[in-house]
Each structure stands twice: as structure tokens, then as C-alpha cells.
T-cell receptor, first 112, second 112 residues
Framework: TQLLEQSPQFLSIQEGENLTVYCNSS?????LQWYRQEPGEGPVLLVT?????EVKKLKRLTFQFGDARKDSSLHITAAQPGDTGLYLC????????????FGIGTKLQVIP | KAGVTQTPRYLIKTRGQQVTLSCSPI?????VSWYQQTPGQGLQFLFE???????NKGNFPGRFSGRQFSNSRSEMNVSTLELGDSALYLC???????????FGSGTRLTVV
């Protein structure tokens, strides 16, 4: 059982469409990170959110951390082929040494 | 500054053999974490080292071990390889676990 549930797991959309990816848990996290991974490479950190209710924007990407710090969403506006990749959310829990747990990922394909 | 370096990039081993993977973190990063990534399970946490001490360990059998040297470089070892150990092994370094990892490109291990 995944501690962090991501949905959808697969998404294929046309260029210019909007999309939202969700990351949900029953656990509270001290921070939540989003990564993008391309084939054959390691994940690359996009953003970290730490405060409940926090919203961060990175160009066409908007990240939101839930008020209770148990869930997060990633919204992409006007998706482009360069957005194609595996999007991973990861939660870190405090209390002693942090251990970061990853969701299984959302595989996004943007068709030109 | 140089990123996280993992060697080798690709490895093919036979069942029953053992393998050692290497990771050089970003200069100044004292925390190194290892993850196993497979299509069905996503990223699974193996262990984390900080200043040569293992701080956290995931739910993997004792065949998986690691260590960290005084220069923060880390190695992980898998003994008595099984077919199911075929995966992408990712190393990540951080200066503070809550605020995101920098990943290497990974070592793709294939066990035949």
C-alpha cells in the first residue's frame, strides 16, 4: 500500500490543454515535494511546499499544499510537449530524522 | 557546482552475484539516500546515511547494505542477486532532508 496515492497514474492530453494531478495521504507531512523525471534520468525537484494552504507558482505550473498538510495538487496550464514526463510527489515527515516517501507517479504525455 | 554522480550507469549481472554501486553527492551535502525504482512499485526507500551513520532504513532484506565514507561518498551493495532486484537505483543527496533532494541519473541494474 502506497502511503502517498497519486492520481491519475497515466494522462495523455493534447498540447494546450490544462490538467491537474493529485497526491493524497492519510498522514500529515512537514513538507511535500514535487519532482519531474524523464526517461533514463533521475527525478528533478520542481518545488517544495511546507505550509498548509500554501500555493506556489512556477511559470505554467501551480502547486498547492492542503490545509491539513495531507494532500497536494499540481495544475499545469496550457500543457506543452516539453511537460511530458513522470511527475512524482514526495512527503517528508518530521520527528527525529526525516524519511521521504514517494508516490508512484503520474506519467504525463502531451501530444503536439 | 557538480551534481550527484552515480557509477556505473548500466550494469548486467547474473543471479547469485553481488554488485556495488557508487554515489558521489554534491559537495557539502552530508546526507545521502538510496532508492530503488521499478515500474510497479515506484521509488522505494532503501537507506539514508548522514556523516557515515545510517539514520534510516527501508523495508529491504539484509542482502541490501550500504555505507558512507568520510568524504560523504556512499556505496550500496546487493549480495546474492535475484531477478527481482532488476531496477533503477537512485542516489540522492541533500543538505536538509525536508527541502528536497538532488538525484543522480541512477544505475540501471539488470539481473539475468
Amino acid at each position: 500500500t502506497q502511503l502517498l496515492e497519486q492520481s491519475p497514474q497515466f494522462l495523455s492530453i493534447q498540447e494546450g490543454e490544462n490538467l491537474t494531478v493529485y497526491c493524497n495521504s492519510s498522514s500529515v507531512f512537514s513538507s511535500l515535494q514535487w519532482y519531474r523525471q524523464e526517461p533514463g534520468e533521475g527525478p528533478v525537484l520542481l518545488v517544495t511546499v511546507v505550509t498548509g494552504g500554501e500555493v506556489k507558482k512556477l511559470k505554467r505550473l501551480t502547486f498547492q499544499f492542503g490545509d491539513a498538510r495531507k494532500d497536494s495538487s499540481l495544475h499545469i496550464t496550457a500543457a506543452q510537449p516539453g511537460d511530458t514526463g513522470l511527475y512524482l510527489c514526495a512527503g517528508a515527515r518530521s520527528g527525529g530524522y526525516q524519511k521521504v516517501t514517494f508516490g508512484i507517479g503520474t506519467k504525463l504525455q502531451v501530444i503536439p | 557546482k557538480a551534481g550527484v554522480t552515480q557509477t556505473p550507469r548500466y550494469l548486467i549481472k547474473t543471479r547469485g552475484q553481488q554488485v556495488t554501486l557508487s554515489c558521489s553527492p554534491i559537495s557539502g551535502h552530508r546526507s545521502v539516500s538510496w532508492y530503488q525504482q521499478t515500474p510497479g512499485q515506484g521509488l522505494q526507500f532503501l537507506f539514508e546515511y548522514f556523516s557515515e551513520t545510517q539514520r534510516n532504513k527501508g523495508n529491504f532484506p539484509g542482502r541490501f547494505s550500504g555505507r558512507q565514507f568520510s568524504n560523504s561518498r556512499s556505496e550500496m551493495n546487493v549480495s546474492t542477486l535475484e531477478l527481482g532486484d532488476s531496477a533503477l537505483y537512485l542516489c540522492a543527496s541533500s543538505s536538509q532532508g525536508d527541502y528536497g533532494y538532488t538525484f543522480g541519473s541512477g544505475t540501471r541494474l539488470t539481473v539475468v
